[in-house]
């Protein structure tokens, strides 16, 4: 028989009532019962996979767990005022935590014009077409998703085709990875980019065999000089596509994200909360680039020990994105030999700015795509590192059941850093090594080789694809791995990222790359639930339904960690809770009364 847990107390069911009539504790507001309820996963010394723990209620108060176990045990703790759902014998777990999302411009492309899985150019350019005619006249066509290697061609679009189907408006549309636009010509016209603009450091404007701008921009850098002539959306506008991303988020399951969107994003998102219309937790990430002053007065302005919403680590750029060959390479592209990527930083300056960074306090995550990117990165981190801990710094966590360790077990420093490589989809020879030196977490997206199967070979040849997207070695070298789906590049559903971290298949299943990488089905939703609360600070609060962690739960319509892998990809959510209370139910309701 299960036995009970209770907050603070690991007692019996008959020893849990006599101390909640002792200490007149209250009832549980909300009982979830009938279940197949996947507590979190654990993995004792010497086991290889994460062991899951199984129950079959949970007793939620205040939007925490306060105790767990059989229906009987848990059914006796209820009065007249709780709430019970039955599960009707449904697969529940924790909810997921994705450890990268953009949700702003997630919902922002939605807003606009979405070229999200355009099937070509012409499907593309008639879209475009369609939107102008309904603008009025002056309003810029923007938008995005445009994804040129999923198309026959695969051949980048020309601002002469955007300006054939723009009708005179200026255009300024992203492919998918946001790390590469086409701006038509009124635009490159409104930016004031001519034939003589240089390039600006960390960016590239694409020039024909004349040296006249393609319309292709590439990189933070050089977007920017078109973007700071685009009139920013109203307060409403940014409210209304928050809406649409946190609906997506919480009808596919995620109860958290860890996200980089803009600091006016960030003071919506504020004021949701304050009217107490957020659902979705929100850990949201700062601009490395601004000055240490600004950096201070930003992480002062919200409590951080906000549940709901907090700010967290700062993001930096290390460089672009394979699909748009500017991720910093050691060595050309495979299959552009005159390319190496473009690296956004000098690494001295990086290094500086990264210890200045530590110095003050803050978590530090840089965007690493390229080997040379991880490189430089991993050289800043460990630069960073050498800072000793602030006197008012909290002591580094300790994980109250020494017993157990996780499928990677952090590593306990001088100071608890918990630095971050966002990506780290190829690694140098050594790396591995030293990400588990350094304690770095790798937080990676598994959905992105779904896409980029089909041209990272290609990309990058076989000896650096041995080192592509790498999830189990970083598992065997001790490096905690957190999991997301870096949406809107790729869709928010962790379905979909467990199904490629399980198989490292295409959705068809007729392409398999670098199959040793693959990962058990327990290790992958570890690092989509609680490796990712890891690396925001929140183990001892997400990612587990137990007692004293929030009661933040998913229920399935199967049970994933049994499922087939296509089943797993096509799974379905039922019912999503964010603090005990449900904030998405399917329209069949089933799972729930």
């Known amino acids: 028989m299960l036995s009970v847990w209770v907050v603070g107390m690991g007692l019996t069911l008959e020893a849990q009532t006599a101390a909640v009539k002792t200490a007149a504790v209250k009832a549980p507001d909300t009982i979830f019962y009938d279940g197949n309820i996947l507590t979190g996963t654990r993995l004792k010394a010497g086991d290889h996979d994460p062991v899951p723990g199984r129950v079959t209620a ?49 919902g922002q492309q939605r807003l606009t014009l979405d070229l999200d899985n355009v099937a070509s150019l012409a499907v593309m350019l008639a879209k475009v077409k369609a939107y102008a005619a309904t603008l009025r006249p002056g309003e810029w066509i923007l938008g995005g998703g445009w994804d040129h290697t999923k198309w026959a061609e695969a051949k980048l679009p020309t601002r002469q085709e955007l300006d054939a189907v723009s009708a005179g408006h200026p255009a300024l549309l992203g492919r998918t990875d946001g790390h590469i636009a086409i701006a038509n010509t009124a635009a490159l016209a409104a930016a004031g980019i001519t034939d003589e603009t240089m390039n600006p450091q960390g960016g590239e404007i694409d020039r024909d065999a004349e040296g006249h701008a393609t319309g292709i921009v590439r990189e933070g850098p050089a977007l920017a000089l078109v973007e700071q002539h685009i009139p920013p959306p109203s307060t409403a506008a940014r409210r209304k596509a928050l809406e649409i991303s946190i609906h997506d988020a919480l009808s596919h399951g995620v109860t958290s994200v860890q996200d980089y969107s803009s600091w006016d994003d960030w003071l919506v998102m504020g004021e949701m909360e304050y009217e107490g219309k957020l659902p979705l937790r929100i850990a949201e990430w700062i601009d490395f680039n601004l000055p240490v002053a600004v950096l201070d007065e930003r992480r002062a302005s919200h409590r951080a020990d906000d549940p709901l919403l907090h700010l967290t680590m700062l993001k930096g750029f290390m460089d672009g994105s394979l699909g748009s060959r500017t991720a910093a390479m050691n060595g050309a592209y495979a299959d552009d030999p005159n390319n190496d990527g473009i690296p956004r930083y000098g690494q001295q300056n990086l290094n500086e700015m990264a210890a200045a960074r530590a110095a003050d306090g803050f978590q530090l995550g840089f965007h690493a795509i390229g080997d040379l990117a991880n490189d430089m990165a991993l050289n800043a981190l460990a630069a960073a590192e050498q800072v000793g801990r602030p006197a008012d710094a909290p002591p580094p966590p300790s994980d109250p059941d020494a017993s157990i360790v996780t499928t990677a077990p952090p590593v306990v420093r001088p100071r608890d850093f918990r630095f971050r490589i966002e990506h780290a989809q190829v690694v140098s020879p050594g790396a591995f090594e030293r990400f588990a030196e350094l304690g770095v977490i790798a937080s990676m997206q598994p959905s992105h080789l779904l896409t980029d199967m089909a041209w990272a070979e290609a990309r990058l040849g076989p000896e650096r694809s041995k080192r592509a997207y790498a999830w189990k070695s970083f598992l065997n070298h001790g490096v905690t791995l957190a999991f997301g789906t ?79 892998p296509q089943e797993v990809l096509h799974t379905v959510v039922r019912r999503t809770v964010v603090g005990g209370k449900t904030v998405y139910l399917a329209a069949s309701g089933h799972g729930a009364s």
């Open 58 to 106: 949970v007793a939620v108060r205040e939007g925490t767990v306060v105790a767990v176990g059989s229906d009987r045990e848990m059914l006796s703790l209820k009065d007249a005022h709780t709430a019970m759902i039955d599960l009707k014998g449904a697969f529940a777990m924790p909810g997921f935590n994705d450890a990268h999302t953009h949700i702003a411009s997630a």
């Open 486 to 564: 870096d949406y809107p590049v790729e869709s928010i559903s962790p379905f979909r990222g467990l199904y490629a971290a399980i198989t490292r298949q295409n959705v068809e299943g007729t392409r398999t790359f670098e199959p040793q990488e693959k990962l058990t089905i327990n290790e992958a939703i570890y690092a989509y639930t609680q490796a990712s609360a890891f690396a925001e600070f929140r183990e001892k609060m997400k990612g587990r339904l137990e007692p004293g962690y929030l009661a933040d739960m998913v229920v399935l319509d199967r049970d994933i960690t049994k499922a087939a």
